[in-house]
């Protein structure tokens, strides 16, 4: 991919981050208000400051590129968002646990990606906020497991593929040359 290519496939992702996190931000707030255990109240609510701490982030990064939200994205996460919020007063407690641990597990695979579209454009800069956010990500899936595993249906049922150990985070990125640099050794 070019160095171009690189990095309107880093801005799309920005995009696609963006506005997630604005739509996980506001269905953890139905989540947290949805449980009556106090702990679990209190992680998601942290969870959800994280999501938004996320999106302050990507934010700057899309200016630093400049670029901006997709404003359809915006509106679909809008929506989204606020329909899983109201969801999760109703869908029982089981269901939103599951469906937010499935979603985190695909939330470190984007900003791992993001972060080699970094290296690819010559954003260096940015990667390793966007491998911390990766890391943050992986730890919310952690804990999302780990509550539906507490359930005596979630113990039965099939879970979404469990992520690799956090610590390969950087190891794996480390590990994979720039596409850049790969291209340049076979020309
Ligand atoms: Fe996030
Ligand atoms: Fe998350």
Known sequence: MTNNGSEQSLIRLLQLAYSGELAAAFAYRGHWHSVS????????AEIEAEELHHRKLVGEMLSSLNAGPDRNREVRAWIIGRFLGVFCHLGGWLAPMYGAGRLESSNILEYETAAEYA???????????????AEVEWEHEKYFRSRVLMHPLGRRISLWPQPRPKETIREA???????????????
Not at 124 to 131: A, N, V, Y
């Open 37 to 44: 255990d106090v702990e679990e109240r209190k992680r998601i």
């Open 119 to 133: 290296r690819d454009c010559g954003r260096e800069d940015l990667i390793d906020c966007l491998l911390t956010m």
């Open 173 to 187: 990125f480390a590990a994979e040359p720039a596409r850049d640099l790969v291209l340049a050794e076979v020309r």
